[in-house]
């Protein structure tokens, strides 16, 4: 799926993906110090297998990397596998 854009929701402490007018899914966090803890990202199952959990990793580590001072825990396993698999966003790791 193209044209996926990821805002970061503050009040809901989530990164959004949106599509289409759509919500696709979302990444929940929880910021403690200079670690923001990424525990759950959620896919909507009629939008699974288009590329949006990966388009919404790579934006929310983004936007994590943008706000410069905060260091990434991923303790859901999707978002550990793909940092796993991108060495560029090791240096976000906590």
């Not at 580590?61 to 001072?69: H, M």
Request: hydrophobic share 35%; proline share 4%.
């Amino acid at each position: 799926m193209s044209d996926i854009e990821v805002t970061r929701s503050e009040a809901d402490s989530r990164f959004e993906a949106h599509g289409g007018g759509q919500l696709l899914g979302f990444i929940d966090y929880t910021i403690t110090d200079d670690v923001i803890d990424l525990p759950h990202t959620k896919v909507f199952p009629e939008f699974e297998g288009q590329g949006v959990g990966s388009a919404l990793v790579r934006q929310t580590l983004d936007q994590i990397r943008e706000i410069g001072d905060l260091k990434v825990k991923p303790t859901c396993p999707f978002i550990e596998i793909w940092i796993k698999r991108h060495k560029d966003y090791h240096d976000l790791l906590a």
